[in-house]
């Protein structure tokens, strides 16, 4: 189930793509949430780009391949439920996705002591994810790893323990920075705001 490919190198690519679709953004912005952040991060678009979207589905295969049973993945809408729909259809994986507003519903079908994992694009405080544990548990499936294509560092991990769930993140926001750091693919300015950032 690996891809071959140093992980390394894909998180360069990956952060190289997010920029040039303006998935990873700097400046001044708002979450959902309401906390100010200085990047922003949205892959809602990256199906649109076949060549970004397949990069996309290379790293999460390559995180996944870390987790040792993986049963049905749950999808997390919306960006996670589409690139975990690919990456189910390639792994022929049942795939179910947990409606948000809709305790404990599960889409799909889960068979009683199924692995799940539960998948989203990037992972910010869990809330999502918890919500996709707790109905994957309550239809039948067992929960102990989720996964993330970006972690924003903002709690997931934490939040997830507490659940006996590990995260399992491709790569984080700060990361990502550092490649295209690396790579002279941020202005001066940019590198700055990271860098206040991860300090």
Do not use: W
Request: charged content about 25%; overall charge negative.
């Amino acid at each position: 189930m690996t891809t071959g490919k140093d992980k390394g190198y894909l998180v360069s690519e990956l952060g190289k793509a997010f920029l040039k679709t303006s998935a990873f953004r700097i400046g001044d912005f708002e979450t959902s949430k309401g906390t100010k952040t200085p990047y922003y991060i949205d892959l809602s678009r990256v199906s649109s780009f076949p060549n970004v979207f397949s990069l996309v589905l290379e790293c999460v295969e390559h995180e996944l391949s870390e987790i040792s049973s993986v049963d049905v993945i749950c999808g997390i809408p919306l960006t996670g439920l589409v690139i975990g729909a690919a990456l189910a259809g390639k792994l022929s994986k049942p795939l179910v996705h947990a409606p948000l507003g809709q305790d404990r519903k599960i889409v799909g079908m889960i068979s009683s002591g199924a692995n799940v994992v539960v998948l989203d694009d990037v992972s910010e405080t869990g809330k999502t994810m918890e919500h996709a544990i707790l109905a994957s548990r309550a239809n039948g499936g067992v929960v102990t790893d989720a996964l993330t294509l970006v972690d924003r560092g903002e709690g997931a991990k934490e939040d997830l323990q507490k659940l006996n769930v590990s995260l399992h993140s491709f790569t984080t926001v700060h990361e990502l920075g550092r490649k295209l750091r690396d790579n002279m693919a941020l202005s001066e300015e940019e590198e700055s705001i990271l860098e206040n950032v991860e300090a």
